[in-house]
């Protein structure tokens, strides 16, 4: 399993402030995925893309209603490197 997750959260935590005027000077305490998981079988990391979808369905009233939900759609392979996750 690649680390590149972990690789790229410490690079951006480290190097933003350098290497961006817009936030020179500061201490960045966290950087991380918000579609990361943890497969609780393996203990090993992953990406989920997070992916809005949305449909129509007609109440009970007649009226159209637009429902939406949001799902993860959980990488492969690291969009990275191109290592399969196991």
Known sequence: MCK??????????NELPINNSEYKGLEIKR???TGK?????????GL???LKIEWDVIHKSGKEVC????IDMIA???PFCGVKYE
Request: hydrophobic content about 20%; proline content about 3%.
């Open 37 to 45: 998981y943890l497969d609780c079988e393996t203990s090993k990391n």
């Open 67 to 70: 429902k939406k939900k949001e």
């Open 76 to 78: 492969k392979y690291c």
């Open 4 to 13: 590149c997750l972990k690789e790229i959260e410490e690079k951006v935590k």
């Open 48 to 50: 989920g893309i997070p």
């Open 31 to 33: 950087a991380y995925f």
